[in-house]
């Protein structure tokens, strides 16, 4: 048996290394520190019967990103406020965009707030809103980064323990 012989059962364990060493690399750098964000329901107080929805974003990096969304009253919308006050919730029917900073390995819930045509929509419809984020400082990625918050209007409503009225008899 020469070496010639030998290069095949090297070169195909080889490859399959550098396959796995390069998918891991580009987990590694775009990935891994994406943040998450999902839809959740918690009480409006602590300690209340009456939920609410929220935008739950966990920022997985340890460098700070910058959030933005949407405001403004678009139908099959949602619209995320940054907390409970009258103001934000004024903020968040006026049309442009709202942005906040949430730091390395932050988490932050957000209100999530119905659209204006909630009474029209059918049981299955879905509404939904794009976030877009980036690295405060970035290294490599300078481009606004972006994921798509979505539910169907069941689901919400069974996130908030209720049951939609029945139009018919």
């Known amino acids: 048996m020469t070496v010639a012989d030998l290069v095949p059962y090297f070169t195909i364990p080889g490859s399959i290394v550098g396959f796995v060493t390069g998918g891991f690399v580009i987990w590694e750098r775009f990935l891994r520190y ?9 009480p409006l107080i602590p300690g209340g019967a009456q939920k609410g929805c929220y935008l739950r974003v966990v920022n997985r990096s340890e460098r700070p990103i910058l959030m933005s969304w949407p405001t403004g009253t678009t139908d ?11 103001r934000s919730i004024v903020k968040s029917l006026l049309h442009g965009e709202k942005a906040v900073v949430l730091d390395g390995g932050q988490e932050a819930a957000f209100p999530v707030l119905k659209p204006a045509n909630w009474l029209s929509l059918d049981s299955d419809q879905t509404i939904e809103t794009t976030v877009r984020w980036r690295f405060v ?6 481009r606004d980064r972006s994921f798509l918050v979505r539910i169907s209007k069941r689901s919400y409503l069974h996130l908030l323990d209720e049951v939609e009225e029945d139009d018919g008899g």
């Not at 099959?76 to 009258?86: E, V, Y």
């Not at 400082?137 to 300078?142: D, E, G, R, T």
């Open 76 to 86: 099959n919308a949602l619209r995320i406020a940054t907390d409970h006050s009258t």
């Open 34 to 42: 994406q943040p998450t964000a999902f839809i959740i329901s918690k």
């Open 137 to 142: 400082q970035p290294v490599i990625w300078k």
